[in-house]
């Protein structure tokens, strides 16, 4: 019997739809999602690549990163993602990509991106944090704080994003949607058309959104 068998099937499923969308290249990116009853969580693994992974390939790690199950070490991205599951009880699902346009759009001097679209109000404000090394304690603690009590995601500069839900489902929606307002403002500037939604409308769409999530 394979140990936490669903937790595993349902991170190796996202990371090959984040392949097949485009949103990941090579072995970059990663993604856990944690248990609803215990602290365990099931992690993608460290530098294997995704085309051709098994249940067993996904690794099983606790919420401080010891690694206790899998094929292959966990993600070395690993504090990212147990930082943001420790400090949010309400999120069980992490992803972490490189995608193109979320990554141009984390550079230059802006600290934030606005949504452009009524459905990407869900994820705002999407936060810039600084460059850090990657994989290290004080880039997992500056996206930590970054997404705080109630973000959904966040831009690293010089690096990628990451996104969070309350399931798998919702974290990938995140990093979908965080992806189309990059790639909307970005072209949008390039036209010097850029507009983003007043505040009064992302406002009024985001209780919209919760009152429909709350049904
Ligand atoms: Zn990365």
Not at 94 to 106: E, L, S
Not at 170 to 190: D, G, I, N, P, R
Not at 201 to 208: G, W
């Amino acid at each position: 019997m394979i140990k936490y068998e669903n937790l595993r099937k349902q991170v190796l499923d996202a990371i090959l739809e984040a392949v097949e969308q485009g949103l990941i290249t090579g072995t970059s990116g990663n993604i856990a999602l944690r248990d609803d009853n215990e602290d365990i969580v099931a992690i993608t693994p460290s530098g294997i690549p995704y085309k051709g992974m098994t249940v067993e390939d996904i690794a099983i790690i606790d919420l401080h990163g010891k690694w206790l199950d899998g094929n292959y070490k966990p993600s070395s991205e690993w504090p990212m993602h147990t930082a943001v599951l420790r400090a949010r009880p309400d999120i069980k699902a992490t992803v972490h990509t490189h995608a193109m346009f979320a990554t141009i759009m984390a550079m230059g001097d802006h600290t934030e991106l606005r949504p452009i679209t009524p459905p990407q109000c869900e994820f705002t404000p999407v936060r810039i944090v600084p460059f850090t090394m990657p994989g290290s304690d004080e880039v997992a603690e500056k996206v930590a704080k970054a997404i705080g009590e109630d973000g959904r995601a966040v831009l690293i500069k010089n690096h990628g994003m990451f996104c969070c839900g309350k399931n798998m489902k919702a974290a990938m929606a995140a990093t979908e949607y965080t992806e189309e307002m990059a790639v909307t403002t970005f072209y949008s500037k390039l036209l010097g058309t850029y507009e983003p939604m007043p505040e009064e409308a992302e406002k009024a769409m985001k209780a919209l959104i919760a009152a429909d999530q709350a049904v």
